[in-house]
């Protein structure tokens, strides 16, 4: 929404506190209301005179709280759904911004004040990945729905009890290669991330050296990577199921990287240039989870193999 930003932003400078709201200027109705992201954040058992939250995990948390995060996780739960001339968007570390009819502002504001009721209810997020292939993996898909997706139709659910059961087991029945990501322990809305990378080198060019008459051909090196990156931020709902939101990139690297040779001058020997050539795919979703419920989702990647994701989420006793 165009006219966001020019309405917001007095606000801000006024000094306005949190949740304060005015009509917007279209004359359309629809409220601008500042929302102040400190009241979300849990007590900080490092800062003086604060006491320590019992059972806090440690070195487990690694999370941040940008606003726009926060605000692409939330407006999925907004209900009714935000519209093209709406907007919710955070602004900087520290605020969010809406846009929206009285009913919008109001689910809104039922999604902010349950989250901050459990600032401190610690999240366990479970995540794995599997690379099935297409055979095996057909077997698995009728227990899926099929979404259409810019890369082609992928699949995705959200089960429970049985069905959930039924899903996990079809998977480790798939008997392919499987990675269980490390325990993400986080704060609701706040942004937490893990990755499994292999870096590595490659020269992508070369620059020239003049020193007295001569040339000198000196490499530039860069680095690309393959493996996972997964990111997810999550919120306590207000019927008390969690809304999560996750986001999995995956890339693969041709070994060995493919070779150019060339040559820079004349009188020179011709050196190679390292062209690499990655592909990959982007997972992404937003469920709401009850205890026992299993989130899936599946793409196809270049090779035909399927990335297939799974995801629980759970208070943290």
């Known amino acids: 929404m165009k006219n966001l930003l020019p309405v917001a932003l007095p606000l801000l400078?006024?000094?306005?506190?949190?949740?304060?709201?005015?009509?917007?200027?279209?004359?359309?109705?629809?409220?601008?209301?500042?929302?102040?992201?400190?009241?979300?954040?849990?007590?900080?058992?490092?800062?003086?005179?604060?006491p320590a939250k019992p059972g806090l995990p440690t070195g487990e948390i690694r999370a941040t709280s940008p606003g726009q995060?926060?605000?692409?996780?939330?407006?999925?739960?907004?209900?009714?759904?935000?519209?093209?001339?709406?907007?919710?968007?955070?602004?900087?570390?520290?605020?969010?911004?809406?846009?929206?009819?009285?009913?919008?502002?109001?689910?809104?504001?039922?999604?902010?004040?349950?989250?901050?009721?459990?600032?401190?209810?610690?999240?366990?997020?479970?995540?794995?990945?599997?690379?099935?292939?297409?055979?095996?993996f057909a077997a698995i898909k009728d227990k899926l729905v099929a979404v259409e997706r810019p890369g082609g139709i992928g699949y995705e659910m959200v089960a429970a009890d049985k069905q959930a059961t039924a899903i996990a087991t079809a998977l480790e029945a798939a008997d392919g290669d499987s990675f269980e990501a490390p325990r993400l322990a986080v704060f609701p809305l706040q942004n937490a991330s893990m990755s499994v990378k292999d870096q590595t080198s490659y020269v992508k060019d070369f620059t020239l050296t003049r020193v007295g008459d001569q040339a000198i051909a000196d490499p530039v090196v860069d680095i690309v990577w393959d493996g996972y990156s997964i990111e997810v931020i999550s919120t306590w709902l207000p019927d008390g199921l969690l809304g999560v939101s996750i986001d999995v990139q995956?890339?693969?690297?041709?070994?060995?990287?493919?070779?150019?040779?060339?040559?820079?001058?004349?009188?020179?020997?011709?050196?190679?240039?390292?062209?690499?050539?990655?592909?990959?795919?982007?997972?992404?979703?937003?469920?709401?989870?009850?205890?026992?419920?299993?989130?899936?989702?599946?793409?196809?990647?270049?090779?035909?193999?399927w990335i297939v994701a799974t995801m629980r989420a759970t208070a943290l006793k």
């Open 250 to 305: 995956v890339q693969d690297l041709q070994r060995p990287i493919p070779k150019f040779e060339t040559t820079l001058q004349a009188g020179l020997p011709p050196v190679q240039i390292q062209l690499p050539r990655v592909t990959g795919l982007r997972l992404r979703q937003t469920a709401a989870l009850a205890k026992d419920s299993l989130a899936v989702l599946a793409a196809s990647k270049a090779d035909g193999k």
């Open 69 to 136: 995060h926060v605000a692409d996780a939330l407006r999925r739960f907004v209900d009714p759904p935000l519209g093209a001339d709406d907007d919710l968007r955070g602004l900087g570390s520290r605020w969010l911004v809406m846009l929206g009819s009285p009913e919008q502002l109001a689910s809104f504001e039922r999604l902010w004040r349950a989250a901050q009721k459990r600032k401190e209810d610690v999240v366990d997020v479970q995540l794995r990945l599997y690379t099935i292939d297409a055979k095996k």
């Open 13 to 50: 400078f006024a000094g306005l506190a949190s949740a304060q709201k005015m009509n917007a200027a279209d004359g359309s109705g629809r409220i601008v209301q500042v929302f102040d992201l400190h009241e979300l954040r849990p007590v900080d058992p490092d800062e003086p005179d604060q």
